[in-house]
Structures are given as C-alpha cells and as structure tokens.
C-alpha cells in the first residue's frame, strides 16, 4: 500500500500563540510564533510597561475598576472605594481566561477539520468577547471621570480642603491617562484582531487544501483495496500444484533468459573478433594494391617520357632546318623592304601631283555645274514668270469670254419666322441649264383658285400661260443660280476667278442687289460661322500674295470702307467721335479723280494699310458698328445706305519690271424697294427715293457702258461717280442678285430679276450681244 504522504509544513497552520493579558480584562494578543520568548510576549501586552508620566498600568487598571461615585459620597471614602477596587484587580492570572494552548488536532497529521472549525469558532468568540469587555472598560473608565468631575465640583460646593481637592484632581488626571492608555490598547487589540483574521483565513485556506488531500489519499485507499481485493480472490483460484508449475517454469524461464544473454555476449563478442580481422586484411590488400598502380604509372610514365624525347629530336632537326630557311626569307624580305620603301616615296609624290590636278579638275566642273544649274533655275524662273504672264492672258482670255459684267442669282432660305402653311416654290432652278437658269412661277390667288397673274408683270423674259387655270412662268438666265442650300464657300468658288483677276491688276467690283431682306449683307459679309465674300476674297488674296512673294513680287494692301447714304458719302472706319462729327458735316468727303490715273478716290476718308485677313476682319467690325440702318415697315433693320468695301493692291516685281495696280470693290447695295410698296414717308420716303435713284444711275451707267454711248453718266449718283473707275474698259464686274423666297416679296424679286437680267444682257468692254439694252422700263 502505497500511500501519499502530504508534506508536514502543509497540514501544520501557523499556530497562534494566544497569551493572557493579565489583569483588566484578560486580552488575547498573537505572538507570531509557538516558541516566542516571554520578553518578547511582554512588548506585544502592554501589562507591565512603564507609562512616562510614572503610573503602572497597574495601577490604571485598579483605578479603572473605580466604581461611579454617586452622590453625596465623601471624599475619603471615594479613595477607601478605589483602593479596595485596585486590590481586588491586582491579580495577574485571571482564571476566567487561561492562557490557550494548541489544539492537538494539528499536532497529527489525522486532524479532523471538525476539530478546527470547533478551535476557530472558539478563538472568534473568545475575540468578540474581548472586544466588548475593552468597550465596557472604557464606558466604566469615562464614567469615573464624570463622577470624579462631579465629586470635584460637589467638593468645591462643600468647601473641601485644598489638599483633598488636590488628591482628587491628581485622581481624575491619574483616570484620564488610564483611559488614553486604554484606548492604545483598544487600537492594539483592533489590529491583533486583524491580524488574528489574517491567520484565520490562512488556516481555512490550510483547512480546504487538507480537505482536498485527505479525499484525494481516501480515493486512492479506496483503489488500492479494490485491487488488493482482486489480487487475492485471483490468487485464491490457482491450485497449489499450478503455482509450484508456474513457479518451475518462471525459474526456467529465468535460467534460460540468463543463458540467452551468455550465448549473445558471447557471440557479440565473436561478431567482433571477425570483423576486426577482416578489415586487418582489407588495409593490408588495399595498400598491396596501390603500391602495384604507383609501379605501373612510373611504368607509363618513363615509356611516355621515351617517347617524347624521340618526337622532340625529330622536332629539333626540323626546327633547325627552318630557323636557317627563315633566315635566308628574312634577309631576302629586308631586300625587298628596301625596293618597296623607294617605291613608295616615288609613288606619294605621284600621289599628291596627281591630287592636285584632282582638285583643279573637280573646282572646273564644280563650277561648270553650278553655272549649268544657275542657268536651269534662271531658265526655270523664267519659265515661270512667262506661266504667270500666260496664266494672266488666259485668265484675263476668260474673264473677257465669260463677259466683263456677270450676274450670279442667289436664292435664300425661307427663315424660321417666315415659314407659311401654303408654301408656294416659286423660284426653281434649272437642273438640265447646268446651274445658270430659273423658272419663277406666279403665286396662286388663293380666293379665286387661279393665278394671282395671268399676264405676266415685265412681258419681256416671261412664258405664257398655256391656259387660264395653269400658272404662269418666267425663265431666266444668268452665269449663275444658287439655291438656298448653296454655302458660302460653293458662292466664293465661283468668284474667286475675279478675286483673282484683282491680285493680277485689275479692277474689279461686285455688287449685292436686292430688296431689303433678301441676303446681301449675309452674302457680302456673312457671319461668324459663315464668313462672306468679303472675307473669304481677302483670304485668298493675301494666300496669293504670299505664293507670288516667291517670284519676286512684293505687295502692300490698303482699305476702305465707305457708305453713301442718302448721296452723302460718310467713313465707315473713323473713330466713334470722328464719325460723330461728320454726320452734321454730310459734305465733307469729296470724290475725286486722279487725272493721271483715272482712278477716283474719296478726299479724307481713312486709309488703312492691312498686312492680313485678321486686319480686314477687324475694320469690318468697325464698319459694322457705323453703319446706319433705319427701319422701315419691311425690316426692322433694313439698310438703307451703299456700302463700298475698297481693297488697294499694289504690287511690285523688280526683275520683271513690272507693277500691279488692282482695285477689288465690294458692295453692298441698298435695299430695292419700290416705293408704293415700302409705304415710306418723310425722312424713310427720302431715303428710298435716293437709293432708287442711285440704283437706277447704275442701271443707266451699265445700260450706256453696253450700248457704246459716248457719254456715260456716271456723275448722276455718288455711287457710278466713285465706281466710275472700276466700271468699264478692261475692269470687270459681278453682280449678285439675291432674292427673298416669300410670297409677300414675290413682286419685289421679279422687279430685280428683271434688273439684273438686263444687266447680265451688257458686256461693258467687248460687246457681247448686239442689242440695245435700256434699264427705263423695269
Ligand atoms: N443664304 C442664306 N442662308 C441663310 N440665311 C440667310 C441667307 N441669306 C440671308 N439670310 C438671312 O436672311 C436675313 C436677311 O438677310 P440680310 O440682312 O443679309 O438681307 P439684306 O438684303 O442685306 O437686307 P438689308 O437690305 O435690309 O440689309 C438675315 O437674317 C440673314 O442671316
């Protein structure tokens, strides 16, 4: 049986050593240890210490044991009273509380914890008993003091001696230093009392591990037993006889086991001997045989070494032999060497005069070739200006054959505001007259269901109707018919030829007629997205003027932009304040004629020299800002005033002594209102009375341009006066006649068809047609 011991410092608790106070009232006090010394028993009990003021703590105690002193009691036999309490306290050893000693349970390991709880119970009570007898001392204590206090004060009222109020003063004071005292203890008892739990609670802990180890020592007991049990109840079962056998064969087994392991240390031993002498002659074999290999290669060796010095004579003859051959090469080289070095000096300076004549031959055909090139660009350069002078006659050839004077036709589109529910398309263009004819049909006259017209208005240029309910038609011809949907860039196209003819020294102008509202402006100078001709011709010149700068040309541009309103010229570029000043000075801009030139000019009007199309962009803002418009009830911003855009070319070839004088005039005519149908008056009714005046000036300056007539009035308006120069002999002229689509203007664009169908009849320089053409009847 095995049992589990558990460790003696484990089951042992620290034992209090519980000592008794003697005196007052027997107080518990720990000592800490089993074997504390008495000495050191009396520093933790204050029983027999000294106080400073000189009382025992004796003496306190018996004085603590004064009864209250009640009244009416004498002085002396308070004193007689306290000292018969002293003597009875005297005592040391209270019975009452014998001094404990330790329980015996923990002197064995086998202490029950029955036991302990009984000793730990009794220890708590004996405490709390402690505790209330110091508080009972305390209250006895303070009540003496009162008493003493009274009798003092009673002594006074009976007129005590002095020496007895001293003895009893001293008293109290005695009482009092007792009472401190007391309290000391009382706090010392507080902390052994502490202490004391402390201990308590170590020796509960103590307690449950016990507990624990004492049934974990019980289990095990428990298994043991159960297998003791077993172990007999099996060794009860085997017979006498079969427990000799199986001790026999044990003994065998034994016997055997030891002679196995003889027999292996034995053979162990053997194992061991063999090996040992078999790797004795494997060393023995191994260093036999390495010693036969180092004779066989020192064999080799000598053999190989024969060998070699044999090959190394033969070499060494050879050798010899072609040491004194290369000798004899060497000294023939050295020969040659000596030849080569001559001859090389003979060819170097063979060498350098043959360079030099090199040289000389490569500068005279160096200079052969740049003369033939210079000759080729010369010749080329000359090819190119006889092109240029070719390419003018045969522009100029052209122009001349598509006549001096051309009219295009431009319809516009119907605006978003003039769309009507019954649109008539009055104005179509020929498809089979390669874009030069247009048929123009009479509106319908809604309230009587047939054409509006059944004689055509200008009987002239119109077709008859076949009957009384078809519509009648008009057929036109011009050099050009643009629909509505023609670009602004398709319309330049087909000037750009005349623009052209400008760049080359001519005079050309190009007019936009129509009634107000028709698509001049928008044609002459567009808009932002959709730049007009004007813009888009000084592009092209300035591209042009650049490509001609190559072969010699050099140009410089100056522009005007004038407006006749009213027969009154006015600047369209002078500044804000200027142009102020000359709209209460309507006379001052005169025009006038260079005699030497022919070329009119407008006296002060401002010049401006322009270097590229940005610069003429910029004037045309300018103008636009100046120009006058006025309403009428056909067009809130109807222009009522010609404006004449004036680009001077002046251009300069020195080698070809040559110089270009080209005008390029760009007009925007007024509106061409008929004045029944404008409903103008007063200052409007003027104003359309001088712009139908003018236009006709300029219908008779082309109708007597045509017809060859002597004089040619271009004094009857400002307009033909300044245009005098560029109208006639070798200029050329292009007039658009735009036209309104709406039904309301239908009148209005058969009056400028018919206009501008007379102009397109004239050839202002070779004459084209043999007809009269008279501009009195439109
Ligand atoms: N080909 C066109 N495509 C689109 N809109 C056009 C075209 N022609 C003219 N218009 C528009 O028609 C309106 C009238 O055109 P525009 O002012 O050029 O007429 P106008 O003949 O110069 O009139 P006015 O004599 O009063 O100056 C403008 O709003 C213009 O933008």
Request: glycine content about 4%.
């Amino acid at each position: 049986m095995n049992r589990e011991r558990v460790p003696t410092s484990r089951l042992r608790p620290p034992t209090p050593v519980i000592t008794s106070l003697e005196g007052v009232g027997g107080l518990l006090l720990p000592t800490g240890a089993t074997g504390a010394s008495s000495a050191e028993r009396e520093n933790c009990a204050p029983a027999n210490t000294k106080e400073n003021h000189g009382v025992t703590v004796e003496q306190r105690r018996a004085e603590a044991k004064t009864p209250p002193v009640r009244p009416g009691t004498k002085i002396a036999d308070l004193t007689t009273e306290t000292a018969v309490t002293r003597t009875q306290n005297q005592s040391s050893n209270d019975p009452r509380f014998p001094p404990p000693s330790l329980p015996n349970m923990f002197a064995s390991e086998q202490a029950s914890s029955s036991q302990l709880s009984t000793f730990m119970e009794e220890t708590r009570r004996r405490m709390e008993e402690q505790e209330r007898r110091l508080h009972a001392m305390i209250r006895l204590q303070q009540q003496q003091v009162a008493g003493a206090s009274a009798v003092t004060g009673y002594g006074r009222s009976q007129g005590a001696t002095a020496a007895e109020l001293e003895a009893l003063h001293n008293m109290i004071s005695s009482q009092k230093h007792l009472i401190d005292s007391l309290q000391l203890e009382k706090a010392q008892m507080v902390n052994a009392v502490q202490t004391e739990r402390l201990a308590k609670q170590m020796v509960e802990r103590e307690v449950a591990e016990l507990k624990n180890c004492l049934q974990e020592t019980e289990r095990r007991t428990r298994q043991l037993e159960k297998a003791l049990e077993e172990a007999h109840s099996r060794h009860n079962q085997l017979s006498e006889e079969e427990v000799t056998k199986l001790r026999a064969l044990e003994r065998d087994c034994v016997e055997l086991e030891q002679a196995l392991a003889a027999e292996k240390r034995q053979k162990q031993r053997d194992a061991e001997e063999k090996e040992a002498e078999i790797a004795r002659v494997r060393r023995q074999l191994e260093e036999e045989a390495q010693e036969s290999i180092r004779r066989a290669v020192q064999r080799e060796r000598i053999e190989n070494l024969r060998n070699r010095l044999a090959h190394t004579e033969s070499d060494a003859s050879a050798l010899r032999d072609r040491v004194r051959h290369l000798e004899t090469t060497l000294r023939e080289t050295e020969s040659r060497l000596v030849q080569f070095e001559q001859k090389y000096t003979h060819l170097e300076s063979d060498l350098m005069a043959v360079r030099s004549e090199l040289r000389v031959a490569e500068e005279a055909n160096f200079r052969a070739l740049l003369e033939s090139r210079e000759q080729t660009i010369r010749e080329l350069e000359e090819q190119a200006r006889e092109d240029e002078r070719v390419r003018r006659e045969l522009h100029n050839m052209v122009q001349e054959l598509k006549g001096n004077i051309r009219v295009f036709c431009r319809i516009r589109p119907l605006l978003p505001e003039e769309r009507q529910p019954t649109t008539e398309n009055l104005f179509q263009p020929v498809a089979r007259s390669c874009g030069r004819g247009l048929e123009v049909y009479a509106p319908v006259d809604t309230k009587k269901g047939r054409p509006r017209n059944d004689r055509p208005p200008f009987g002239a240029d119109s077709a008859p109707a076949s009957s009384a309910s078809e519509r009648p038609k008009w057929v036109f011809q011009f050099d050009r018919v643009f629909d509505a949907v023609s670009t602004q860039k398709q319309v330049f196209e087909e000037i750009s030829q005349l623009v052209q003819s400008a760049l080359d020294g001519y005079k050309v102008c190009i007019f936009a007629y129509g009634q107000t509202g028709s698509g001049k402006t928008f044609t002459m100078i567009g808009d932002h997205q959709n730049p007009g001709m004007i813009p888009l011709s000084v592009r092209q010149v300035f591209a042009h003027a650049a490509k001609l700068s190559e072969q010699g040309y050099t140009f410089s541009f100056e522009a005007c932009f004038l407006e006749i309103y009213n027969e009154h010229i006015r600047d369209l570029l002078a500044k804000e304040s200027v142009a102020a000043a000359d709209s209460t000075e309507p006379n001052k801009f005169a025009i006038k004629v260079d005699r030497a030139t022919g070329s009119t000019y407008v006296s002060d009007v401002r010049m401006v020299s322009v270097h590229e199309p940005a610069d003429v962009e910029r004037l045309l803002t300018i103008s636009a800002r100046n120009r006058m418009t006025a309403s009428t009830q056909m067009n809130e911003r109807s222009s009522r005033s010609h404006s004449v855009f004036r680009l001077y070319i002046r251009g300069e070839n020195h080698e070809m002594q040559q110089k270009i004088h080209g005008l390029l005039n760009l007009i925007d005519l007024a509106g061409s209102e008929r004045l029944a149908r404008s409903g103008s008056e007063g200052e409007r009714l003027r104003e359309t009375q001088h712009i139908n005046k003018s236009l006709s000036a300029l219908g008779d300056v082309i109708a007597a341009l045509a017809n060859k007539e002597k004089h040619v009035p271009f004094r009857n308006s400002k307009l033909t006066y300044l245009l005098q120069d560029s109208l006639g002999g070798d200029s050329k002229t292009l007039m658009f006649v735009n036209i309104s689509p709406t039904l309301d203007s239908f009148p209005e664009s058969l009056c400028s068809l018919r206009f501008a169908a007379k102009v397109n009849a004239c050839d202002i320089g070779t004459a084209r047609r043999n007809q009269r053409v008279s501009f009195q009847d439109i």
